[in-house]
């Protein structure tokens, strides 16, 4: 068993930064791919960015490339989300999950996660 908690969430400008963090608890992200989506209201969730074990592999949505980056920090079970030029359509419940078993190219959508955090919320003001 995984326990992943979020934080970092909040109210921002359009334009500001944000950094969330995945804190794993229970076992070690030993082997686990990571994972950050997210869900605005009144649509699905969808994937942010992913990063592999050991972090060699970093996937990203075409909608953030460029603005927000992921990372890991093995040795404190943590991974990060940086967050740069927040728009208002970043706007949503920002969730991680961790898994094992991805593919080279990473495991991408909600039905291969069993692991997941509560969620942090960002909200990001025009």
């Known amino acids: 068993q995984v326990q992943l908690v979020e934080s970092g969430g909040g109210l921002v400008q359009a334009g500001g930064s944000l950094r969330l963090s995945c804190v794993a608890s229970?076992?070690?992200?030993?082997?686990?791919?990571v994972t950050w989506f997210r869900q605005a209201p009144g649509k699905e969730r969808e994937f942010v960015a992913t990063?592999?074990?050991?972090?060699?592999?970093?996937y990203y949505a075409d909608s953030v490339k460029g603005r927000f980056t992921i990372s890991r920090d093995n040795a404190k079970n943590t991974v990060y989300l940086q967050m740069h030029s927040l728009k208002p359509e970043d706007t949503a419940v920002y969730y991680c999950?961790?898994?094992?078993?991805?593919?080279?190219?990473?495991?991408?959508?909600?039905?291969?996660?069993?692991?997941w955090g509560q969620g942090t919320q960002v909200t990001v003001s025009s």
């Open positions: 999950a961790a898994t094992r078993g991805c593919s080279a190219s990473g495991c991408r959508t909600v039905y291969e996660y069993a692991y």
């Open positions: 229970g076992r070690t992200f030993s082997s686990y791919t």
């Open positions: 990063v592999s074990w050991p972090g060699s592999s970093l």
